[in-house]
């Protein structure tokens, strides 16, 4: 998963993308509106995380400018304040969740998972396809009932497909959401992590490959 | 533009008396001479009169047969002048009075039975009057009486009555506007008494402004009485939630920095600390922030309020899949300030959301029992309130930091705002089976 994360507090912001990598995002931060509209316009992101007192641009105006862009990834608020006034804007100017400082990193964490979750049409934090089950809060993947051993990278790959089925996801795209920008980008690594993914998720099948345009997550009801 | 209420009342109306008085003077001046000049016809043509009587006709000729009445003409040089001629212009006789002076008599005119009244202009003006008739029996056909009178007496008195008209209207005016300032400092005195008594308020020697005022100005004493009251108390709210801020945050702080010195520092004890400190400033924040009741503030539609908080909260609270039952009625209003009202109303709205299972109910109506408020109802399915919560939050006085977190928090502000504004907060049961909350809120045209 991709995030953005919008925070002046340099403090705060290193410590939101700290915990947001260490869960197994890539992260993008940006301490001003300026530099959140521009990686927002320029990079597809799974979430965005945005405080509501920014320079330059205001959180507020920033939303709106990325829903006006139709840029349609869920956006959490940020608010120090903790007014109603703020909560309200900031959801109707586009914001999907609203958290009120100080928090707590978990609390932050699965409120971000949900999100991604519900714009994927997941109700629960189980991610469930037949005889597949992926818990996004214990990160634990099931096989009718029986635990699978996964790597983190495994489970990535399977919880990105997951959250975006029945489309083309091409490497580039699966390479850009897992890995930071600094990483290397081998597509071969991609195929060894798909390949070795399919065989611990056997007997499912529902990672199909599209030639020379990527993977496919095909849900029960689409085969 | 002038400033002073006084200079604007006092240049008007010293415009509009000065107006009224040239235009008063001018008239009178006119009907005066105009009745001078009257008079000195009317005189001049008691002259001819007397003149006439005074001829008689003998063989032919025209005879003074009697001394002349008016004894002005016998004096020479009198002012007063008498002439009768013939239809050429020959003088057939002339006043004692002419005889030294030169008096140029109008020229005849030949009409006769008409009064001819003329103003001379000249070295000595004069007012000249002739009359010609016809004489039977006299060898010239007609006679011309003509009478003079100096025009100098008559200027004499036009003036003098200018003068005295001068002096009576000046001092009518200076009446006049002596009046006028003591009307106004009279009627302005109230506001200079109000300035004043504001002064004393700011400076701490008043609480209040006095109740005495005039009937126009007890509509904006009362509205700055409330303003007042309402800054001393915001400010005093202020104050007292920045002390009790200061108080609460010292304590926890003392202990954060002692564990700190520990070898191995106690986290749960931190961590206890730190949400002790977290508690203490949302509460003592928003209680500080309040803007309170202002009654000359704007009414505040109360669905339209509701609607935007539902709105929001069901965009947040989406995966949840609460269904939500609203009867709101479009014309509850309150007075107040809309943040406030979204304190209140957010805080409590968020609560049912939260802790409802799938349902939550909400409804704004005017009070059936009492008109003059409104009544928002909110129902959840949730595990309802706790009696020892209820207790709690709307127990006034209620030390914040004995508040655990969570919901009592959120409550404990909604009951201070609401307390703020004179309204009522009940917690009940709701047959949905969770929490019913009741807020009643000052209706919204109520002064």
Same mark, same amino acid.
């Given at each position: 998963m991709r995030a953005l994360i919008v925070e002046d507090e340099v403090a705060l912001l290193e410590q939101l993308a700290q915990h947001l990598k260490s869960e197994g995002f890539a992260v993008d931060c940006a301490q001003d509106g300026e530099e959140g509209l521009y990686y927002g316009r320029e990079y597809n992101y799974d979430a965005a995380v945005i405080d509501l007192g920014l320079p330059k641009i205001d959180g507020i105006e920033l939303i709106k400018r990325l829903r006006k862009e139709d840029r349609a990834f869920p956006i959490l608020v940020l608010t120090a304040r903790g007014h109603w006034q703020d909560k309200v804007q900031g959801l109707e100017a586009g914001a999907d969740d609203y958290l009120v400082k100080p928090f707590q990193m978990e609390e932050l964490i699965a409120r971000l998972n949900a999100l991604i979750r519900r714009s994927a049409g997941y109700a629960s934090p189980v991610l469930s396809q037949g $005889? +597949?089950?992926? #818990?996004?809060?214990?990160? $634990?993947?099931?096989?009718?009932?029986?635990?699978?051993? +996964?790597?983190?990278? $495994?489970?990535?790959?399977?919880?990105?497909?997951?959250? =975006?089925? =029945? %489309?083309?996801?091409?490497?580039?795209?699966?390479? #850009?959401? +897992?890995? #930071?920008? #600094?990483?290397?980008?081998d597509s071969n690594v991609i195929e060894v992590f798909v390949g070795r993914l399919r065989k611990k998720i056997r007997p499912v099948e529902l990672i199909r490959t599209v030639r020379g345009q990527g993977y496919r997550f095909v849900t029960e009801s689409t085969i | 533009m002038n400033n002073s209420i006084q200079k604007r009342l006092l240049i008007t109306t010293t415009c509009v008396l000065a107006l009224f008085l040239t235009i008063t003077g001018w008239v009178l001046d006119r009907a005066f001479s105009a009745s001078v000049v009257a008079g000195a016809e009317e005189q001049l043509r008691l002259v001819i009169y007397s003149l006439m009587g005074s001829v008689q006709e003998q063989d032919g000729h025209l005879i003074f047969s009697q001394g002349v009445a008016e004894p002005r003409l016998t004096q020479p040089d009198s002012g007063l002048y008498a002439q009768v001629a013939d239809e050429l212009g020959e003088r057939l006789w002339t006043s004692p009075s002419a005889v030294t002076t030169n008096v140029a008599f109008a020229a005849i005119d030949t009409q006769p039975g008409i009064f001819i009244f003329s103003d001379v202009a000249g070295l000595t003006p004069r007012f000249h009057l002739s009359y010609t008739v016809i004489w039977e029996d006299v060898d010239t056909e007609q006679v011309v009486f003509s009478a003079a009178t100096d025009q100098l007496p008559f200027r004499a008195a036009i003036r003098q009555f200018r003068r005295s008209l001068g002096i009576g209207l000046g001092a009518a005016t200076a009446l006049f506007i002596f009046a006028q300032l003591l009307a106004l400092h009279w009627g302005l005195l109230p506001l200079r008494t109000m300035a004043e008594e504001v002064k004393e +308020?700011?400076?701490? $020697? %008043?609480e209040s402004l006095s109740k005495s005022y005039p009937k126009e100005l007890e509509g904006l004493a009362e509205n700055l009485d409330r303003f007042i009251v309402h800054e001393q108390r915001s400010r005093k709210r202020y104050r007292n939630a920045l002390d009790d801020l200061a108080h609460s945050l010292k304590t926890p702080l003392a202990v954060v920095r002692n564990t700190l010195l520990d070898q191995t520092p106690d986290k749960s004890l931190l961590a206890e600390q730190l949400d002790r400190m977290e508690t203490t400033v949302t509460h003592q924040l928003s209680k500080a922030t309040a803007s309170g009741p202002v009654m000359v503030g704007k009414t505040v539609s109360m669905s339209g309020l509701v609607g935007r908080l539902l709105r929001a909260l069901q965009t947040a609270y989406l995966d949840r899949g609460i269904s939500l039952e609203t009867q709101l009625d479009e014309h509850v209003v309150a007075r107040g300030d809309e943040r406030d009202f979204m304190e209140m109303l957010g805080n409590l709205l968020e609560n049912a959301f939260k802790y409802s299972h799938s349902s939550v109910r909400v409804c704004v109506a005017r009070s059936a029992s009492n008109p003059q408020r409104c009544v928002i109802t909110i129902e959840d399915d949730g595990e309802g309130i706790p009696e020892a919560m209820r207790e709690q939050v709307l127990h006034r006085g209620q030390r914040l930091d004995e508040i655990e977190s969570g919901q009592g928090i959120g409550l404990a502000v909604v009951a201070e705002l609401v307390a703020l504004y004179n309204g009522g907060l009940e917690i009940g049961d709701s047959e949905l089976g969770g929490a019913r909350l009741i807020l009643t809120l000052p209706w919204g045209s109520a002064r």
């Open positions: $005889e +597949l089950q992926l #818990d996004t809060a214990k990160k $634990e993947v099931r096989v009718s009932g029986a635990a699978v051993e +996964l790597t983190a990278y $495994e489970y990535k790959v399977l919880e990105y497909l997951m959250l =975006n089925p =029945n %489309r083309v996801v091409s490497k580039t795209e699966l390479t #850009d959401h +897992l890995y #930071d920008q #600094d990483f290397d980008r | +308020l700011e400076s701490g $020697e %008043r």
